[in-house]
């Protein structure tokens, strides 16, 4: 059964430190896997997009990995801010870009 | 460039009704997605289109069905609406689909089902 499963459920870290959000998944065949950032009550905003071929993907803050052999991925948040303050996604698209398979999400709450 | 637009943004609607929600892509983007937000589902894909064709389809009961025009906007109707079906309904467009474009979101219509 193709599923994507996220951890931590909710984290809570101190504006300025990093943290590391993971993603399971076990979708196959594997297209492309994306990191998503809701913030509450908006539409998810893309962050990376990552294929079979890539194994790192940054967008500023925000570093991707990806392990393609392990069917595991990584997000990284460095320096965080109050602003990241959402809810993390990862989503995994089949081949030939067929449904999307989404993680239940990370809840990040960054304080002060 | 503007955003993809959804509307309404809140619809209270009774069970039984139907309900036509609409969404309008960023300009030039031909592919269009529809998704279901719950806080015990999360998201979860409905369908796809593109050129007014239905691309790719997830696992929703026939109650669930969409459209697009020739001008790349689109509607999702669900019918015979259930209690269940209470949820953030959310569009993306793209330029050219799932595969590896960026999808766009838009701000999603929230249904309540009484």
């Known amino acids: 059964k193709n599923q994507v499963e996220q951890s931590p459920q909710s984290l809570i870290i101190l504006e300025g430190k990093n943290c590391t959000l993971q993603?399971?998944?076990?979708?196959?065949?594997?297209?492309?896997l994306r990191w998503y950032k809701q913030d509450t009550g908006r539409g998810p905003v893309s962050l990376t997009i990552m294929t079979f071929s890539e194994n790192t993907k940054s967008n500023g803050r925000y570093t991707a990995t990806l392990d393609a052999d392990t069917k595991q991925s990584s997000l990284h948040i460095t320096a965080s801010q109050l602003s990241d303050s959402a809810s993390y996604i990862c989503v995994v698209s089949g081949q030939a870009g067929t449904a999307l398979i989404f993680g239940k999400g990370t809840t990040l709450s960054v304080s002060s | 460039k503007a955003g993809v637009t959804q509307t309404p943004r809140y619809l209270i609607k009774t069970r039984g009704q139907q309900v036509t929600l609409s969404c309008s892509p960023i300009?030039?983007?031909?592919?269009v997605s529809w998704y279901q937000q719950t806080p015990g589902q999360g998201l979860q894909f409905l369908f796809e289109?593109?050129?007014?064709?239905?691309?790719n389809k997830g696992n929703f009961p026939g109650r669930f069905s969409g459209r697009q025009f020739s001008n790349s906007r689109s509607e999702m109707n669900v019918s015979t609406l259930e209690l269940g079906d209470s949820a953030l309904y959310l569009c993306a467009s793209s330029l050219m689909g799932l595969s590896t474009d960026t999808q766009y979101f838009g701000p999603g219509t929230r249904l309540t089902v009484l």
């Open positions: 993603c399971n998944y076990t979708v196959s065949p594997f297209s492309n």
């Open positions: 300009s030039g983007h031909r592919s």
């Open positions: 289109y593109f050129s007014e064709t239905q691309r």
